[in-house]
């Protein structure tokens, strides 16, 4: 048996470089988007939820066969939002303006699956959909007011007690290929985000979800 193993493995590692050439594909990627959550219940009249700047970065690993592709790979994303509100004094009323934005971090395992269509002999785009696993390790909140910036970094012990680290989100993308030569391609790729489970803990009794429109860029290399 282990010997049988052993002859399997090294068919594989003999094999895998021929396949590789053909089907399989390196893609890292940086991005930048736009997010913000689900409507906050604790919200008062005077405070709005408001769309924040976010990142990510992540190196993909994808397999191609004729015009279906699949990939999956590890990045970090950043979710979050942003909060406008009042100060007020102690009989309620209003004495002036502030702002509250807060990011998450999180290193996400993606799992997508589209259909390539060609737009030219150089050119294609590419409809995927999918899910990625998500693990909320840290964050950082910057308050603003009265002339004063106040940021607060979030660890993991306090991501643990306020919220489900783990996660899982739906994907929709749109991957622009653009082919330089036979290994090397330009992505652009537009799309959106949501976290389909619930962000605060069961006994809040509060629902919480993260969404974002991201628009991502980087290299396809082929193998």
């Not at 949501?194 to 974002?212: D, F, I």
């Given at each position: 048996m282990f010997i049988k193993k052993v002859i399997l493995a090294v068919f594989s590692l003999c094999s895998f470089p021929a396949l590789a050439q053909q089907n399989f594909f390196l893609q890292p990627v940086l991005g930048i988007g736009m997010g913000?959550?689900?409507?906050?219940?604790?919200?008062?009249?005077?405070?709005?939820?408001?769309?924040?700047l976010l990142y990510n970065a992540q190196i993909g690993i994808g397999y191609e066969s004729g015009r279906f592709v699949l990939n999956t790979g590890l990045g970090y994303t950043q979710t979050g939002l942003a909060l406008d509100f009042q100060y007020t004094d102690g009989l309620g009323e209003p004495i002036g303006d502030g702002s509250l934005s807060i990011h998450y971090n999180n290193l996400v395992v993606p799992f997508t699956a589209g259909y390539k269509f060609l737009m030219g002999k150089k050119s294609s785009v590419s409809p995927l959909v999918g899910a990625e696993l998500s693990y909320l390790f840290s964050g950082t909140s910057v308050q603003s007011g009265f002339g004063a910036i106040h940021r607060q970094k979030i660890n993991a012990a306090e991501i643990k007690r306020e919220f489900q680290p783990i996660g899982l989100t739906g994907i929709?993308?749109?991957?622009?290929v653009f082919k330089v030569?036979?290994?090397?391609?330009?992505?652009?790729?537009?799309?959106?985000?949501?976290?389909?489970?619930?962000?605060?803990?069961?006994?809040?009794?509060?629902?919480?979800?993260?969404?974002?429109?991201?628009?991502?860029?980087?290299?396809?290399?082929?193998?």
């Open positions: 913000k959550t689900t409507p906050l219940q604790s919200l008062s009249s005077k405070q709005k939820t408001q769309f924040t929709v993308q749109l991957n622009f030569t036979d290994r090397i391609s330009i992505v652009v790729a537009p799309g959106f985000d949501y976290l389909l489970t619930n962000m605060n803990k069961a006994e809040t009794g509060q629902s919480l979800h993260t969404y974002a429109i991201r628009l991502n860029g980087g290299i396809k290399w082929r193998l």
